[in-house]
């Protein structure tokens, strides 16, 4: 045993460095990159850094759910939905993977599969304002226009309350102004939605989905005017 032991610890100390790196250390890099990739903008390269991350860490449930999103940026939906569906065969609480399927499912224009996935998200995290949004949206989309403006109502009371509750990390948070900016637009309520988009615009000048959001709450309000 003894000669066993100092095979094993003569063993150990030969590897060359880096070699004891495992799976999940190479993959954490891998993601590092892909994220870095992703602020950048350069969504192929990090689609490139997301596959050889699930390619070494097949059961990394993060890195399938960041794959999946690169493919959204990339376009590729159908393939965002297979990494989405990975991340959470994984891991079937994680939320934000429910609520990212149910946007690529969307986009799809499978509207009921959608609001499938934003109510597993839901289930997992009631107060997951995102989502609730995104489900009100896909509603909207089938037709049901009174449900959806009912869940809008819904989206801005709970962001109110979080603002009430939370004023000085509302006051970094750019996401939680857009959710109430989109609900206040569906809901026709141009001129505070704009107000709303403002706030997050403060927070983060380069929020992409504020910029939009505001965009188009001021066509509307200068079509409106026009008229």
């Not at 499938?116 to 226009?145: H, P, V, W």
């Amino acid at each position: 045993r003894l000669v066993l032991a100092i095979l094993i610890l003569s063993a150990v100390i030969l590897l060359p460095p880096g070699s004891a790196d495992t799976p999940s250390d190479i993959a954490a890099a891998h993601l590092q990159k892909g994220d870095d990739l992703m602020v950048q903008k350069m969504y192929h390269e990090a689609l490139d850094a997301y596959n050889a991350a699930v390619t070494v860490d097949p059961y990394n449930s993060i890195a399938w759910n960041k794959l999946g999103k690169a493919h959204m940026r990339t376009g590729r939906y159908e393939d965002a939905v297979l990494a989405f569906e990975h991340a959470i065969a994984i891991d079937p609480y994680y939320s934000e993977a429910w609520t990212n399927l149910g946007d690529s499912m969307a986009v799809l224009g499978k509207y009921q599969e959608a609001i499938r996935a934003y109510d597993r998200a839901l289930g997992i995290n009631q107060r997951d304002i995102y989502a609730l949004l995104r489900k009100g949206m896909s509603l909207q989309e089938t037709g049901d226009s009174a449900g959806a403006m009912e869940i809008y109502q819904e989206v801005i009371q709970l962001a109110d309350g979080e603002m009430r509750k939370h004023p000085n990390y509302a006051g970094f948070d750019a996401e939680l102004w857009t959710n109430k900016g989109d609900a206040l637009s569906r809901l026709g309520r141009y001129e505070e939605a704009v107000t709303a988009y403002d706030s997050a615009l403060e927070i983060n000048p380069k929020f992409e989905r504020a910029e939009q959001g505001r965009t188009k709450a001021m066509d509307a309000i200068l079509l409106a005017r026009g008229n």
